[in-house]
Structure formats: C-alpha cells, structure tokens
C-alpha cells in the first residue's frame, strides 16, 4: 500500500520537490477542500431541502424533524467504525471510498426520495458520510504530518469548515430555486465525484514517512559518515571511536524511547480522565451550538427584537468565526490548547447572556459574534489535543468515538431546548442550563492534564 501510495501521488510529490515545498502543506490544502465539502451532508447544507420536501410530499414538520433525528442517531453509532477504518486502511484510501459513497448518497437523493424511508435512508446516508466520515479524516490526517505547528494547521483546516457553512446555504437555494431540488442533489454527486475523488487519488498521502519525511518538514536524521561504526581511529581519551559511537548511540535510544510518549487506542483512550473531560466539552459545544442555531428565529421573535436579525445571527457568526480559526491556530502554538479551549467556554458563556437579556439588535449580534468566536476556539482546541494526549497511530479511531460524541450531541441539543420550551413557555431556561453546561465544561478545561504531559510536544 505504501509503494502504491508512492507511485500515485509521485508526480504531485516530485512537484513539491522540486519547489522545495513541504508536502504537508499539499496535504493541508487537500484535507481543507475535504472539509469544505463534508456540507453537502451538514445540518446547514440540507436545511435548504426541507422546505421542498415538505411541500412536495405534504410531510409534517415532526415528519422531517424525527426522520432526521433517527438518520443522525444511526450515522453517529457507525462513526467509531469508521474509525477504526481509517486507521486500518489509510486516510488516502478511506477518503476515496467516502467521497465516492457521498457522490452515490446525492445521486440517491435526486433519484429515489419519493417517501419517508427513502428520505431516511438519504439522511442517513448525508450524515454518514458527509457530515461524520467526510469530516474526521481531515482531523485525523492532519496532525500526523503537523506537531509543532499543529495548532496553525488545525486553524487552516477549519476555515474549510467555516467557509463551507458561508457557502452551502446560499448556493443550494439558488439552485433548487432555478433549477430544482433533485437537480441540486445530482450537481453536488458530479462536484464530489469529479473534484474530489481525483484530487485526494493524485495528491493525498498518508503519513510523511511514506515519502521519506517527517512531521513539519524536519530534516530526516542521517548518519556522520566521518564517524561510521567502522572507523577505529581513537579519541582523546584513548577510547576507540567505535566503543564511543556505541555508547552515543544507546543514549540516543534512550534519549528518543523519552521524548516519544506512548500511543493509545481508543480503548486505553477511554479509561483515561482526559478522555472525559474532552468528550463532556465535545459534547457540550455540540449540545448548545446546535441547539441555539436551530431554534435562534424562536428566540430572537421570544426577545421582541425583528425577525430580521436572526438571519444577520447567523451571518455575524460565520464572519467572526472564520478570522478567529487562524487567530486560535496560533494562539494554541503559543500559550498551549487547554487555555483556548477555557477561553472559548469563557466568551460562550458572555454570548449566552447576550442572546438571554440583549433585548436590541446590536446585543443579538453581539451574541452570534462571541458564540462564533467561541465555537471556533474550542473546537480547534479540541482538534488540536486529541492527538496531543492520545498520539496520532490510533488517532482515526479515538476521532470516531468523538464525532459519534458530538453527533449525538448535535441532535439532543434542539429537543432539549424545545422540551424545555415546552414545560416552562420560554427559552430563559433552556439558556441557564445551557450556562451552567458551559461553566462546568469551563472549569473541567481548566483542570485539564494530559495523559502524556510528561512528554510534551509542544
């Protein structure tokens, strides 16, 4: 597999080569567009169906929202194996397989959704692939070409994200409004078959050292060859210069078993406290990010403020929060993740009471702003110290068992809100429990530690 991995990806590598460009950086480019795409099957990429599909097929809100809920439950119980895949197969090869799958999945959709099963089967198939697999192999694939700029890289990586979530509302409703919504579905299966599948084939590489590198583009370790084993001319103490060689040599061992702390899988992971502390926060920002997003035109009409501004919301919240992915990138390489990801709880907390008592325009939009910010700077965080404290040899299927954490996550933080609505007749409650959410996850980051903190990468 590797020698294959090679020889596809040969003339993008003797490119890099010859321009004297760390492949890594190809290899980000690659995994971002990835991202980027992982919103034909994002909450935020089909939304723009489901006004259709209540309207063609005489669906039920509830309808759309339980078939939606089952798809996203289901997909979120497959995630640990794919997983599992991706650490067995590559990243390269696994990419190909999940973007072909994500192509079949649109075409499916445009051809077959006529009733509530196949509806179900297309969700299921979107947030499988696209929002699930399509995203936890450029968080997998990343941190093994980058460590000591892997905080920079994983803000890179997110931009995708974020741009995707900018893009994907937008142009699927003009495509659906011109040309239909099955027309839609066909054009993004062409734009992940066409645009993907042959990128990741021809430039993808799975780890550095398939190529002869290492991580961050750090000069590989080559032997003296004035000082070879061979070589009897003695030193200055009278010892011969091959004893000193053997004697510098088994300290280098030593030196190295030091500095390169132990691989968990995903086992050994969850018996970990670290493992827990990150899965709650994981948990907790998908739990109340989605939850908010979902149900925010509610909240803005509950505040009395014009139904106008949650539009501007959500706009308030991609713009502040695509710069702040590359301000957290480099703010993580310089005071270290678990301070950001305590700030990111911190400013989430301040645009929670924003949206709680801003009772004017410009505190709403205050509150999308910080909780962008916040979003971002915790997930990068928390991208950046899974394979920090885990290491990155198991880190396809560690990943796995936290994306199924936030998916789930994803779908039980709108029916938390919603049954809370339900019960009390306002959002003030479903907002305090999701600050105290907030303050707990804030002071569980501060009391973060490593397993591996002994040996620090960073």
């Not at 018996?271 to 109340?288: H, Q």
């Not at 396809?396 to 609505?421: D, H, K």
């Not at 907002?431 to 397993?451: D, G």
Request: proline share 5%.
């Amino acid at each position: 597999m590797k020698d294959q991995n090679r020889l596809d990806s040969a003339l993008c590598v003797g490119i890099a080569i010859r321009h004297k460009i760390f492949y890594g950086y190809i290899t980000l480019a690659i995994a971002t567009v990835c991202a980027f795409f992982s919103g034909v099957g994002q909450t935020y990429g089909i939304s723009a169906f489901i006004p259709v599909y209540l309207a063609e097929f005489g669906w039920s809100q509830s309808t759309v929202s339980s078939l939606y809920a089952v798809a996203t439950c289901s997909s979120a119980l497959m995630q640990p194996t794919v997983g599992s895949l991706v650490d067995r197969h590559g990243c390269r090869e696994s990419t190909m397989v999940i973007a072909s799958g994500l192509a079949l999945a649109c075409g499916f959709n445009a051809i077959f959704v006529s009733d509530w099963l196949s509806c179900a089967v297309g969700f299921f198939g979107m947030r499988l692939l696209g929002q699930g697999a399509m995203s936890l192999v450029p968080k997998t694939i990343v941190p093994r070409w980058f460590r000591k700029s892997r905080g920079k890289a994983m803000g890179i990586l997110a931009t995708g994200w974020m741009a995707s979530q900018a893009f994907f509302p937008a142009i699927n409703t003009r495509i659906i409004v011109d040309f239909g919504w099955r027309f839609a579905w066909k054009f993004w299966a062409c734009c992940v078959l066409v645009g993907v599948v042959p990128l990741v084939y021809l430039g993808m590489v799975n780890l550095p050292e398939d190529i002869g590198l290492l991580p961050d583009g750090d000069p590989p370790e080559t032997e003296d060859p004035e000082h070879s084993v061979d070589s009897a001319v003695p030193n200055v103490d009278g010892r011969p210069a091959d004893d000193t060689r053997r004697h510098t040599a088994v300290e280098t061992r030593q030196q190295k078993m030091q500095a390169n702390p132990p691989e968990y899988d995903s086992k050994s992971a969850a018996k970990t406290r670290a493992f827990w502390i990150l899965a709650c926060c994981n948990l907790e920002g998908a739990l109340v990010h989605t939850a908010v997003t979902f149900h925010v035109f509610s909240i803005v009409k509950e505040q009395q403020v014009p139904l106008s501004v949650a539009p501007a919301w959500l706009a308030a919240r991609s713009v502040v929060g695509l710069p702040v992915n590359l301000l957290a990138g480099w703010l993580i390489d310089l005071i270290g993740s678990h301070y950001v990801m305590c700030g990111g709880f911190g400013l989430q907390a301040v645009g929670i009471l924003c949206l709680q008592f801003g009772f004017d325009n410009t505190m709403i939009l205050l509150s999308g702003g910080l909780l962008g910010a916040s979003s971002s700077l915790a997930n990068i965080a928390l991208s950046t110290l899974v394979p920090t404290a885990f290491g990155t040899l198991h880190l396809g299927s560690i990943n796995g068992l936290f994306s199924a954490i936030g998916v789930f996550g994803s779908a039980l933080g709108p029916l938390m809100f919603g049954t809370l609505f339900d019960s009390s007749g306002s959002y003030s409650s479903s907002l305090n429990v999701s600050l105290i959410f907030c303050l707990v996850c804030t002071l569980a980051a501060c009391s973060y530690n490593s397993p591996r903190s002994v040996h620090t990468e960073m």
